[in-house]
T-cell receptor
Framework: SQKIEQNSEALNIQEGKTATLTCNYTNYSPAYLQWYRQDPGRGPVFLLLIRENEKEKRKERLKVTFDTTLKQSLFHITASQPADSATYLCALDITGTASKLTFGTGTRLQVTL | DVKVTQSSRYLVKRTGEKVFLECVQDMDHENMFWYRQDPGLGLRLIYFSYDVKMKEKGDIPEGYSVSREKKERFSLILESASTNQTSMYLC??????????????FGPGTRLTVT
């Protein structure tokens, strides 16, 4: 069956360090992969999209990698801050048109002083 | 800024009631989506619409129906609410460029409790 795995355990890191979150998938060949941030009681907010032919994408302190051989995406936040504390969701397009996304359950990041 | 609004943040309904959840987007997006989010299960797609009056079932459509009479508005209907439909409901929209849709913009969510 199709599966997207994100670490369900919270990731606790110290301010200033790099946070790395993992998204693994099986039985998909997604054309796109997206990352979203969700704060408690709010809807997810789009962060980054990476295509299957892109190895890496950056936006300010964020970096996403996409390894279609390993079926894995890594999401990095450099110089992390307490304001980065949130749940981060990865989402895959399995249709090739990005019309419908399948979301992982998310990983909660806690950045402490 | 894209804005997706949902009619209620919190809603309490009784078992058997008919429930309407409304979603409006202001960016002329072609696609609109309804998800529910439950702890440990993540976001699950209920229905999606790619055009006015057009809809497709998502992963968990049972017990729900939808209506899209205008491009900016997408309604989710619970014909006869049940306690297992207690959840956070999220609406989203996305644009289409060429034949590809891109990032989704979410509303703030409606926390529905069915008693």
């Amino acid at each position: 069956s199709q599966k997207i795995e994100q670490n369900s355990e919270a990731l606790n890191i110290q301010e200033g360090k790099t946070a790395t979150l993992t998204c693994n998938y099986t039985n998909y060949s997604p054309a796109y992969l997206q990352w979203y941030r969700q704060d408690p009681g709010r809807g997810p907010v789009f962060l980054l999209l990476i295509r299957e032919n892109e190895k890496e994408k950056r936006k300010e302190r964020l970096k996403v990698t996409f390894d279609t051989t390993l079926k894995q995406s890594l999401f990095h936040i450099t110089a992390s801050q307490p304001a980065d504390s949130a749940t981060y969701l990865c989402a895959l397009d399995i249709t090739g048109t990005a019309s419908k996304l399948t979301f992982g359950t998310g990983t909660r990041l806690q950045v402490t002083l | 800024d894209v804005k997706v609004t949902q009619s209620s943040r919190y809603l309490v309904k009784r078992t058997g009631e008919k429930v309407f959840l409304e979603c409006v987007q202001d960016m002329d997006h072609e696609n609109m989506f309804w998800y529910r989010q439950d702890p440990g299960l993540g976001l699950r797609l209920i229905y999606f619409s790619y055009d006015v009056k057009m809809k497709e079932k998502g992963d968990i459509p049972e017990g729900y129906s939808v209506s899209r009479e205008k491009k900016e508005r997408f309604s989710l209907i619970l014909e006869s609410a049940s306690t297992n439909q207690t959840s956070m409901y999220l609406c989203a929209s996305s644009s289409v460029r060429g034949r590809v849709s891109y990032e989704q913009y979410f509303g703030p969510g409606t926390r529905l409790t069915v008693t």
